[in-house]
């Protein structure tokens, strides 16, 4: 589905594989094997991409045809990667563009993200397993299993795992800007 979509938005702007790869920095045979379903993005490659469409993440996701009923099976969930020592998510909801819904698991050390940043929507994250640090708006919040935090998330924000254990948490997100 992503790489269907990018494909058409780098058509819609006349755009080949190498003006886009140029563009967003990145090189053609990962633009390739993204269009081809042949590999997954990370999110810094999502947010390249996004900047050069003039557009959010959450919209090279869009679903136009999203089903009034999605069921979000283990397995088959589109998953947003990250270099290591960052999160990878997990969609939980489709494309429609009111509710983005991720899970992630953090390893010890891991991050959202190297530096917060933000984005304008309304954010809320529940601690499913181990423990979190959310950093939002220069503050830092402990969370474990159990326990969320809702923000404006224009604040800028990162959540990382600073404990010794795994940490599983669901983020959800409106509108989706993840």
């Known amino acids: 589905m992503l790489g269907d979509r990018l494909r058409d938005l780098r058509q819609q702007h006349s755009l080949t594989l190498r003006q886009l790869a140029t563009a967003a920095d990145v090189s053609p045979a990962l633009l390739s094997q993204i269009e081809n379903g042949a590999t997954d993005p990370s999110l810094s490659t999502l947010r390249k991409l996004a900047q050069v469409f003039d557009t959010s ?3 090279l996701f869009s679903e136009p045809e999203a089903p009034p009923v999605h069921v979000s099976r283990v397995g088959a969930r589109t998953r947003l990667a990250a270099p290591p020592g960052q999160i990878t998510y997990e969609r939980l909801t489709p494309g429609r563009g009111d509710l983005e ?3 992630a698991h953090l390893a010890p050390g891991d991050a959202s993200s190297a530096e917060p940043w933000a984005h304008p929507s309304t954010e809320c994250a529940i601690v ?6 959310a950093e939002i708006g220069g503050e830092s919040y402990t969370l474990t299993a159990g326990e969320s935090v809702t923000f404006d998330s224009r604040l800028a924000h990162l959540y990382r ?3 010794k254990q795994r940490a599983h948490l669901i983020i959800a997100v409106t509108p989706p800007t993840p």
């Not at 499913?128 to 640090?133: A, L, M």
Request: proline fraction near 0%; charge should be negative; glycine fraction near 6%.
């Open 161 to 163: 795992n600073a404990s």
């Open 57 to 59: 993440i959450a919209e």
């Open 101 to 103: 819904v991720l899970q």
């Open 128 to 133: 499913v397993t181990g423990e979190v640090v």
